[in-house]
């Protein structure tokens, strides 16, 4: 944070969310808008009081621009979260890696709120489709979610549990990659697309193209990876992560 001062002279110290959008070289104001909600989202998710950390306000020169006061906490999520392809990104990133690294943090934290990000996407595609399958004729809303496992591993999720050492009383994405993950994603996106413009209603017809999309993913995944879904490495159970999250949030912001 050393190329922009901080609003406030007292501690706790924030920053204007601006200032930082001009130093990691984002010209639009809405593309930097959806990196700070994909931060928010990323506090609400590992039970962060994302209030305290990201407060909407206007810019200090009287002209009443919508900004943001973000703490320490906030400003390093948002670099973490933000486009890797830019170089001033990358050099934040590692500055701030550098100083992290003192209280617990490491490069891995990095992919830690990569999934963290994507997770939370998942939970929003979810209820999409849900709602979507709801309004046709449905019997069996497990039978259609069992078909996209079916599909995409050749097992049950519950099969799944057992393969990747996963109790039931967890939930198995917690312990996937930003790469199963994201397959999860494409998975829930496609299969509302076409129930949609197939105006799909039935059960059978839903469950089967639930299954096709997810089978057609396990195929591309083999295709370009050489690996089948199943042999995908498992991560650390994310609500851990969480906790360290929060161990580590609580840290940041006292120094």
């Known amino acids: 944070m050393e190329k922009i001062q901080p609003l406030t002279k007292k501690k706790p110290y924030f920053w204007s969310a601006r200032a930082l959008m001009e130093v990691l070289d984002y010209k639009s104001w809405s593309s930097f808008l959806h990196v700070i909600d994909q ?8 039970d962060i009081p994302y209030y305290e950390n990201v407060i909407q306000t206007t810019k200090q ?26 170089e001033a990104v990358k050099e ?30 998942i939970a929003d595609a979810n ?31 519950n099969q799944l549990h057992k393969v990747k050492n996963v109790t039931e ?12 993950l994201a397959v999860h ?19 059978n017809p839903l469950e089967q193209t639930h299954f096709m999309i997810s089978r057609d993913l396990r195929k591309l995944v083999k295709k370009h990876l050489t690996l089948e879904m199943e042999a995908l490495p498992v991560y650390e ?9 929060k161990q580590n949030y609580k840290k940041m912001n006292k120094k």
Request: glycine share 2%.
């Open 39 to 46: 931060s928010v989202k990323t506090m609400i998710t590992a």
């Open 61 to 86: 020169d009287n002209s009443k621009v919508l900004d943001f006061k973000l703490s320490r906490f906030a400003c390093f999520i948002i670099v973490m979260l933000s486009d890797y392809k830019k």
């Open 92 to 121: 934040a990133q590692a500055r701030f890696l550098l100083k992290a690294s003192s209280i617990g943090w490491s490069k891995k934290d990095l992919y830690q709120l990569e999934r963290f990000k994507i997770r939370e996407e």
């Open 127 to 157: 209820k999409w489709l849900n709602s979507v399958i709801a309004r046709r004729k449905i019997q069996d809303f497990s039978a259609f979610n069992e078909s996209g496992y079916q599909g995409l591993y050749n097992m049950s999720s």
């Open 169 to 180: 009383k967890k939930s198995v994405q917690d312990a996937m990659g930003s790469l199963e």
């Open 185 to 203: 994603l494409l998975r829930i996106i496609l299969t509302e697309e076409a129930i949609w413009r197939k105006k799909i209603t039935e059960q």
């Open 237 to 245: 159970d994310l609500p851990n992560v969480r906790t360290k999250l």
